[in-house]
């Protein structure tokens, strides 16, 4: 069975620290995804990866960082959190030759 | 990337079949068109893709006309656990950096008994 997770369903952090949202797949999946979802704004592009240490950004990149070592494992970074970056972050996989997404649950993160 | 239209919400009681349309009018040659369903607290799910006429699997249909510049995801007889967001993507097939999916604000689809 495909399995996307992800390091956490909650997180509550302050301003200004920096956090680190982890997702690791275990498909063998090319591609991978970072979308964030706000009430009204449906599912937003943030950064993908289609390839280890490849990246390339979303729609709305700014004030993110990612990073991909690992075929298996995409890092989302808020170097500097801030209370808009308050949301549900989602992530996804993709078979490189495939077209279905495979999200993980979900993390609900708060900054204050 | 193909940009997509669809009513932010409908309503459904038990039963009925449910159609919502998606226009996408600036489609590419190689764009595919795929739905997926996205539950509260829950990542979306695929649920079907098509390139052009009508596909079916055991959860909709999906109708697409032959100038592609819209599609129809059919759900027949629904039941309150159809309750979730819809949402209507178009982009390319194995195409890495050129899939990077918009998913829009979908459709909010309610079933009441």
């Known amino acids: 069975d495909v399995k996307v997770t992800q390091s956490s369903r909650y997180l509550v952090k302050r301003t200004g620290e920096k956090v680190f949202l982890e997702c690791v797949q275990d498909?063998?999946?090319?591609?991978m995804f970072w979308y964030r979802q706000d009430p009204g704004l449906g599912l937003r592009l943030i950064y993908f990866?289609?390839?280890?240490?490849?990246?390339e950004k979303g729609d709305i990149p700014e004030g993110y960082s990612v990073s991909r070592e690992k075929k298996e494992r995409f890092s989302l970074i808020l170097e500097s959190a801030s209370t808009n970056q308050t949301s549900m972050y989602l992530c996804?996989?993709?078979?490189?030759?495939?077209?279905?997404?495979?999200f993980g649950p979900g993390t609900r993160l708060t900054v204050l | 990337l193909a940009k997509t239209t669809q009513p932010i919400s409908m309503d459904s009681y038990e039963g009925q079949e449910v159609n919502i349309t998606c226009s996408h009018n600036?489609?590419?040659?190689?764009?595919?068109i795929t739905w997926y369903q996205q539950f509260p607290s829950q990542g979306p799910r695929f649920i079907i893709q098509?390139?052009?006429t009508k596909v079916t699997n055991e959860v909709a249909s999906l109708f697409i006309p032959a100038d592609r510049k819209s599609s129809t995801l059919s759900l027949p007889r629904v039941s309150l656990s159809d309750t979730a967001v819809y949402y209507c993507?178009?982009?390319?097939?194995?195409?890495?950096?050129?899939?990077?999916?918009?998913f829009g604000k979908g459709t909010s689809l309610l079933v009441t008994p």
């Open positions: 996804a996989s993709r078979s490189g030759g495939g077209n279905e997404q495979f």
């Open positions: 498909m063998d999946h090319e591609n």
């Open positions: 990866s289609y390839d280890v240490k490849m990246k």
């Open positions: 600036n489609i590419a040659t190689n764009d595919y």
């Open positions: 098509g390139y052009k």
């Open positions: 993507l178009v982009g390319a097939e194995n195409s890495n950096s050129g899939y990077a999916l918009n």
